[in-house]
């Protein structure tokens, strides 16, 4: 089923000269690590990760949906990616993006995005959410923008404070979210 919906969405023209194609892990592993520091600061973490017991987690979780997007230019080179989990039947969980600083501010990240919950809604999924730092500026008003709304904040020893973001593709999700927070309208 994903498969077959997915080359409905993906491989998709972002911009002139920047495509989103969806890949397997090796090829995202590929052409995502060696990018990833140039987006992000490397982690320096106060605890220790225990490797074996995450690989059998990680094992046991694999089959959970899983979308990995990279996004290339035109000589075919990474220059950012998005991926994600699912989190329970309803639920997609937009877990990292990255766009080099060379590429930003081209609307590269808003056209993913467009495509990208057009794509999970044809999917099935009633609810898109993301977590972000709270100074994440760029990412928050571009989410914003195409319908995002905040449903809360977060708090992880991994990452601090974090704003939470959901997006409803269906109306009735959209009328929830305004009864449940008791405001008026959602978009």
């Known amino acids: ?3 077959e919906i997915r080359t409905r ?16 892990k090796l090829t995202f592993d590929r052409d995502v690590w060696s990018i990833f520091n140039q987006v992000f600061a490397p982690i320096e973490s106060a ?3 225990r490797e074996a017991a995450q690989d059998a ?3 046991v979780s694999y089959p959970i949906h899983r979308e990995r997007i990279v996004f290339y230019d035109d000589q075919g080179a990474g220059v950012g ?3 994600g989990v699912m989190r329970d039947t ?6 990292n993006t990255g766009i080099l600083s060379a590429y930003r501010r081209r609307g590269i990240y808003t056209a993913f995005l467009k495509q990208f919950v057009s794509y999970l809604s044809a999917l099935g999924y009633e609810r898109i ?8 500026r760029p990412v928050i008003i571009a989410k914003l923008k195409v319908g995002f709304v905040i449903t809360g904040m977060d708090l992880d020893e991994r990452w601090g404070p974090q704003v939470v973001l959901a997006y ?6 959209g009328r929830g979210y305004e009864r449940a927070f008791s405001m008026g309208q959602w978009r």
């Open 47 to 49: 605890y220790q990760t």
């Open 168 to 173: 409803f593709p269906h109306e009735d999700r």
């Open 90 to 95: 309803e639920t997609f969980f937009m877990t």
């Open 129 to 136: 959410i993301s977590a972000h730092q709270v100074n994440n």
């Open 9 to 24: 969405f993906f491989p998709a023209e972002l911009v002139p000269g920047i495509d989103a194609r969806a890949v397997d």
């Open 81 to 83: 990616w998005s991926w």
């Open 57 to 59: 987690l990680a094992n």
């Open 1 to 3: 089923m994903f498969d």
